[in-house]
């Protein structure tokens, strides 16, 4: 509970201005706290006289927060291979450790995954837990879940982080729940206070119109998601030492309600466009399923693939594996041709850290213009197959 000094308390109103939330007044000369206070801790900046403050036993819930140390990545398996992302996290999970002075643990589930530890220990981790069963050997949320969760409680990690995946997305906020820990998701940078190990979430909010970073003083662990292809994997070193530590655990945690009868691998996955150096992306401006393939044809010609933006995944044009943006994937491609796509910032932040990207709208004023490196202002149906021909033509 947010505490007020009324004898200190000179009812000048600072804190009733301050609180985002509208949970404070002032009545006869005093501050009343309500009951929506978050104790998010503004109005005690904002009070000159230091009449307000936050115990402290209550700010962490009883939590003792000092228990809590190392970082922690959950790996990801697809089909038995370990996904970009979980190097990705491994490489940003090391500078959080090294800044922190603590160990950087992989915690990897499967089975038969013994020969995939050594790559986890070269791409930066300390220890690796590994828990391997044939109840793991599919995906089930339930079943990953209570696992972490159970681990998460013995080991007592100060910091959680998983891959705004589908996998991820759908394990970590029913851990995050059931340990009572806040979770950020969709994170596109992270750093941790070295002082007192708070890690700083940054991730785009309103919108993507500003970038929020978040703090879980309460909570441990501090949980995040993050998003693929913004953090860079190390450099796979396999002289690096790290320990593999296989856990064992009680049968009746691998109990699911789910049966998995069989996985397919759908026909969009086979092109990740994480993973291509090239991409050719259409936006509304296609006006139609057919207008994809004039683009088709210029990333064929590329050895591309295709992207678009959220309207024309909306619109039921192309899947939502190609949706580039803030609700969609980040790409970060040599070359990314926009066609008929206005640059929209939630589209933008999907792709602007693009080597060369090429713009091609008939609006000049169009946004996307502002992050190209080359626009061509024009109509796309005229220039993307007249831009086809002539690299067919020097291709010869
Ligand atoms: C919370 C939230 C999340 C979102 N997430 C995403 C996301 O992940 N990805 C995403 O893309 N969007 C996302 N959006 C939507 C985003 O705000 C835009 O609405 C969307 O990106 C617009 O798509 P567009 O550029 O294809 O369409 P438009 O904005 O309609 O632009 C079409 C462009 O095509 C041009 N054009 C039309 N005809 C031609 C022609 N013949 N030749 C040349 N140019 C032509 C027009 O000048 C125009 O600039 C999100 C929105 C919200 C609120």
Known sequence: MLKVDSDVCIGCGACEESCPFGAISVEDGCAVVGDNCTLCGTCVDAC?????????AERTNGVELD??????????????????????????????????????????????????????????ADIVYLVEDPALGQYR???????????IREHKPEVVLAGATAIGRSVIPQVATALGAGLTADCTQLAIRKEDGMLLQTRPAFGGNIMATIECPRSRPQMATVRAKVMAP????????????????????????IEVLETIQAETDQVNIQEVEVLVAGGRGLESEKGFAIIRELADELNGALAASRAAVDAGWVSYPHQVGQTGKTVCPKLYIACGISGAIQHAVGMQSAKTIVAINRDEEA???????????????EVVPALTEKIREARK
């Not at 000159?48 to 402290?56: Q, S």
């Not at 190390?234 to 790290?242: E, I």
């Not at 946004?367 to 149906?381: N, S």
Request: glycine residues 12%; hydrophobic residues 45%.
């Open 48 to 56: 000159e006289v230091e009449a307000l403050h936050i115990e402290e």
């Open 234 to 257: 190390l450099d796979p070193d396999t002289s690096r030492k790290g320990e593999i530590m296989p856990v064992i655990m009680k049968q009746e945690l691998f109990d699911s309600a």
């Open 67 to 124: 228990a809590w140390s190392g970082i922690w990545i959950f790996i990801e398996c697809r089909h038995g291979v370990i996904a970009d992302i979980s190097f990705e996290l491994l490489g940003i999970g090391r500078k959080l450790a090294d800044d922190r002075g603590v160990a950087l643990c992989a915690v990897l589930l499967g089975n038969d995954l013994q020969g995939s530890c050594d790559s986890l220990i070269a791409g930066g």
């Open 141 to 151: 949320e339930d079943v990953y879940g209570r696992i972490l969760e159970h681990l």
């Open 367 to 381: 946004p996307i213009f502002d992050i190209a490196t080359y626009g061509v202002v024009g109509d796309l149906f």
